[in-house]
């Protein structure tokens, strides 16, 4: 999914080693949250924030990692379970960049 996303400017990957069913990325200068909901209308559940974190302001996570406010700040974070299939994932990316660049339009 990282190099389908590669088409996107400004796009990072939070940390180096994370666990294969979960990959957390912050989308600079973009509104995440809008981006969560245009991807729900898709059938895509995402998370802004850390499974554990329910009133932060952004990822506290990537926050302490990066000392970057806007990263942390335009965070996504998607996961897959075990009945996810590789037709999912690359629905998930195309549907993801279709709507980050319909927010990069706007």
């Known amino acids: ?9 400004s796009v990072e990957v939070n940390g180096t080693n ?4 979960i990959l957390n990325i912050s989308l600079l200068g973009r509104d995440t949250d809008y981006l969560l909901m245009l991807l729900d209308a ?4 995402v998370s802004t924030k850390s499974a554990c974190e329910s009133d932060a ?3 506290r996570p990537v926050r302490i990692f ?17 009945t996810t299939t590789l037709r999912d994932v690359r629905r ?14 706007r």
């Open 57 to 59: 302001d952004g990822s």
């Open 18 to 21: 994370q666990v294969p069913h």
């Open 66 to 82: 990066t000392d970057d406010r806007e990263r942390a700040s335009s965070t996504l974070r998607i996961s897959w379970g075990p």
């Open 42 to 45: 898709d059938g895509f559940s």
């Open 92 to 105: 998930c990316a195309a549907s993801l960049i279709r709507n980050v660049r319909f927010i990069d339009t």
């Open 1 to 9: 999914m990282v190099r389908m996303l590669s088409v996107l400017e």
